[in-house]
């Protein structure tokens, strides 16, 4: 048992890091010449093509909605993709605002504030079903009739280098959240897509965690051929809501990485939007000179899922392992902290329904859908510490970290803060990727006798 136990981790395992497969798809690249010279030169601006027609045909079958190459633009990762997507589709002064789902993911906060955004950055809370639209939409508001916003770009007025420049960028996590591990309802993606027509504002979500899913149930059949359903990603939502998007660049982005579902070392991510809005990304100055990004590492991973060894190792590796820790901390969560006054915070359900084609016999299946990496929890009442204080004891007498609900405020946002006070922040993240189940339970033991130790 190691002497720290870090359940604030967000990585995933190196012992599931699937390197043999990794090697077999850089022996096919370095082994040929041709794939070779394809791969060790700049490459071309959109991405390795082998690489997005593969992502297209797999995000197809994942979202049961046609993906194209021209759709898909080739990233280092999506941290990195979320800053391309500032530089090329925003301008300090004629974007508005930047807004952020709340609690937030933190260190989004510094690429934004890098962007030019220092100061804008405003907090949007959740409820049951996710972001909380009314809010969100009273404050645009207030923002839109306050002086001086120009009504057109004052910089980035070159229309063939920068065609499309949006008011409000509004940045979410919208499948197993991180850090509330709350999935935004169907029917709140779609009122969110609405609310960025009316706006002009460009949807960019982080959807990371989407094929780590399974049933809640413990009992469901753990060898389906079919993953649970999740709701449709916000850009497809956008593409068909009403008629479909409003002009050729769309109000929304799908941010994507290999990052928890190879190594994030590979450092190679995607996006996906309309063809017009993939291309102007592609075109950034950056790209141009220095050909596009994680060129060598893409051709490797287009080698994993052409043969299929990506998608078996997320469905025989990846799921089972993280399905087990997920049970095993909600067991010892149930066990230790919800008697202690814990609460889990994770919104609303996901119902799914599908028809499985194996075990089952062509049944129809359906229950609640979980996954990602992460829970929420609130802190007892009567405790006479922060959430903040909590963590910081529990690392000094404990050997035990967790994220607590004053790291995720929106950086710069009083209003964030206040609202951290009063609800979220008085919350803790567990992650259950990094450490083994004896690990995750000998945490959370460790964490209920912290609480025990500082209750009155």
């Not at 859908?369 to 204080?389: E, K, R």
């Amino acid at each position: 048992m190691p002497d720290l136990i870090n359940l604030q981790l967000g990585w995933p395992s190196p012992s599931l890091f699937p390197a043999a497969d990794l090697l077999n798809g850089a022996s096919s690249i370095l082994e040929s010449p041709k794939k070779t010279a394809a791969a060790l030169i700049y490459g071309p601006d959109a991405g390795y093509e082998p690489l997005r027609e593969q992502i297209a045909l797999w995000l197809s079958s994942t979202y049961n909605i046609k993906s194209t190459p021209e759709r898909i633009c080739v990233s280092s990762g999506a941290s990195a993709n979320l800053a391309n997507i500032l530089q090329k589709f925003t301008e300090p002064e004629y974007t508005r605002r930047i807004w952020m789902v709340e609690p937030c993911y933190f260190l989004a906060c510094p690429i934004m504030t890098d962007a030019g955004f220092e100061g804008r950055l405003r907090g949007v809370p959740e409820d049951e079903e996710g972001l909380d639209i009314d809010f969100l939409r009273t404050s645009i508001q207030e923002v839109e009739k306050s002086d001086g916003h120009p009504d057109t770009p004052s910089v980035k007025t070159n229309r063939t280098r920068y065609p499309r420049v949006y008011k409000h960028i509004i940045y979410a996590v919208p499948t197993f959240a991180n850090p509330s591990a709350k999935t935004m309802s169907l029917r709140r993606r779609e009122d969110l897509v609405r609310l960025a027509r009316e706006f002009d504002a460009l949807v960019v979500t982080d959807d990371v965690y989407d094929v780590l899913r399974w049933p809640e149930d413990t009992q469901a059949d753990a060898d389906a051929v079919h993953l649970p359903d999740v709701p449709p990603r916000i850009v497809d939502v956008d593409r068909t809501l009403d008629g479909g998007p409003r002009d050729d660049f769309g109000n929304a982005v799908s941010n994507g990485s290999f990052s928890k579902i190879i190594a994030p070392g590979v450092r190679t991510g995607w996006n996906e939007a309309m063809p017009a809005f993939a291309h102007a990304l592609s075109s950034l100055g950056s790209t141009k000179s220095g050909g596009c990004p994680s060129h060598m590492s893409a051709t490797f991973v287009a080698e994993m899922l052409a043969s299929g060894q990506l998608q078996s190792h997320i469905k025989d590796t990846l799921v089972p392992t993280y399905r087990a820790r997920y049970n095993t901390l909600f067991r010892v969560i149930r066990e230790h902290l919800l008697p202690l006054g814990f609460h889990i915070s994770t919104g609303k359900p996901y119902a799914y329904g599908h028809i499985s084609n194996g075990a089952t016999n062509g049944h129809a299946q359906s229950g609640v859908v979980v996954g990602g990496y992460f829970t929420y929890l609130t802190v007892p009442d009567d405790l006479p510490i922060t959430a903040d204080q909590l963590a910081a004891r529990g690392l000094e007498k404990y050997d035990l970290k967790f994220a607590s609900g004053g790291m995720m405020t929106v950086e710069g946002d009083e209003g964030s803060r206040e609202r951290a006070v009063k609800g979220y922040g008085r919350g803790i993240r567990l992650c259950w990727a990094w450490h083994t189940e004896a690990e995750i339970q000998e945490g959370i033991e460790r964490l209920a006798s912290l609480v025990k130790e500082v209750r009155p």
